[in-house]
């Protein structure tokens, strides 16, 4: 058993109220502009550039919001998804693309994705798509 992921605050499990969100895409300027707009709302914000360093950080940290790229250096974001929701299950999934298609919207929801979001995202649609998951989650 991972006590430090147990203990470290991240999830309302033991009582914490801030949201967590990694954000995980190798495009740094995504990556800072996610994070800027994230805390303004008040989430506590991490970021990986790849998908094995998101899967490292599943394993000490548990986040509210996965907010996924789907084409990372090391791996497909559908085929990380699988693998983040074995360690966060309760976490909102959100799969991002900047090559949109039927195909992988159909793929990352079958993948076990929340949502799927094109680039470029607008802060307003991506914060209220968050919200909204959030809210669907704490009643389902």
């Known amino acids: 058993m991972n006590w430090q992921a147990m203990f470290t605050c991240g999830s309302d499990v033991m009582g914490c109220d801030k949201k967590t969100v990694l954000v995980v895409d190798d495009d740094k300027s995504i990556l800072r502009a996610f994070t800027r707009i994230l805390q303004r709302r008040g989430y ?38 699988p693998k983040m929701h074995k360690a966060m299950p309760a976490s909102v999934k959100i799969l991002i693309t900047g090559f949109p298609s039927l195909e992988l919207g159909v793929k990352s929801l079958d993948s076990g994705a929340d949502a799927y979001l094109v680039k470029p995202v607008k802060p307003d ?5 968050i919200e909204e998951k959030l809210t669907s989650k704490k009643r389902g």
């Open 125 to 129: 649609e991506l914060l209220a798509l």
């Open 44 to 81: 506590d914000v991490d970021v990986a550039e790849t998908g094995n360093e998101a899967l490292e950080k599943s394993e000490t940290m548990r986040y509210n919001v996965l907010l996924i790229d789907v084409r990372l250096p090391d791996m497909d974001g559908t085929d990380l998804l």
